[in-house]
């Protein structure tokens, strides 16, 4: 084709008709520059595919990490209500002066309980990848600072809320417990049950207790509820793509 081309300029300029040489020229440059143009269009057209290729692929790694996560902490949430429920049974015999029945053994099992940290459970790899591929590369804007708000403030301020109750949880209260009571796999049963009960200290420990899950409960109901809007709003990106 360039040899085509050139044979034209030669014969143009042989016959010296130098006029239309140079308006051939002109013609020629426009058509390469035109060319590029075209190639370079085709080129962004073909990065754009891939980059929304792996957009989808990051949403969909999002919405099911989000999903996992969420499913982890309403999971949590029935588990920490057995600890509330159990510390409010025992504040009740407390207060109600009831006696000692073996059923209780369980109850004060349950309320002392520490349950394993389960938001070491929860994933964070689909937002490390967001992080790391850009946080540009999703273009709708409301779930894109929605993703950012949930991980780095309601996650995040989960797991270190968390951590700092945890440690208030084990800090003061084991203690008491394990010289007070006999520690049983699913029981504990108190050596001494009218001095356990009539004494202020372990009331404390019990209303202690039930503040910490309780925040514990308050923290995750408010990242859930975060959660469902994100999660909604990558299921019809999700849609729209298909």
């Known amino acids: 084709m360039i ?11 042989m016959e010296n008709k130098t006029g239309k040489y140079f308006k051939y020229a002109i013609g020629e440059i426009v058509l390469v520059v035109i060319g590029i143009l075209i190639a370079l269009q085709v080129n962004n057209w073909n990065e754009f595919r891939k980059e929304r290729k792996i957009e989808k692929e990051l949403i969909a790694e999002l919405h099911l ?5 969420h499913k982890v902490l309403a999971g949590s949430l029935e588990r920490w209500q057995y600890n509330i429920d159990a510390i409010d049974l025992i504040l009740q015999v407390i207060d109600e002066k009831r006696p000692y029945h073996d059923s209780l053994a369980y109850q004060f099992h349950e309320a002392h309980r520490k349950r394993g940290n389960i938001l ?6 689909g937002y490390k990848a967001f992080e790391n591929k850009g946080f540009n590369l ?5 779930i894109q600072e929605g993703i950012i708000n949930l991980f ?3 996650l995040s301020g989960l797991v270190a809320t968390n951590e700092q109750l945890d440690i208030d949880y084990s800090s ?6 394990a010289r007070n009571f006999q520690l049983n796999k699913d029981v504990h049963i108190p050596h001494n049950f009218d001095s356990v009960i009539n ?19 308050n ?3 408010l990242y859930l509820s975060k959660s469902e809007k994100i999660l909604k709003l990558l299921e019809d990106e999700l849609d729209q793509k298909k």
Do not use: C, G, W
């Not at 999703?138 to 409301?142: H, L, M």
């Not at 004494?199 to 925040?215: A, C, E, F, V």
């Open 3 to 13: 040899e085509f081309f050139r044979k034209i300029r030669q014969n143009l300029l």
């Open 65 to 69: 990490a989000i999903k996992n996560n």
């Open 120 to 125: 070491n459970s929860l994933n964070f790899s």
């Open 138 to 142: 999703i273009t709708n804007r409301n």
């Open 152 to 154: 780095d403030n309601h």
């Open 172 to 177: 003061f209260h084991y203690e008491y417990i």
């Open 199 to 217: 004494d202020p200290y372990y009331r404390s420990i019990l209303q202690s207790l039930k503040t910490i899950m309780q925040r514990k409960t």
């Open 219 to 221: 923290r995750v109901y």
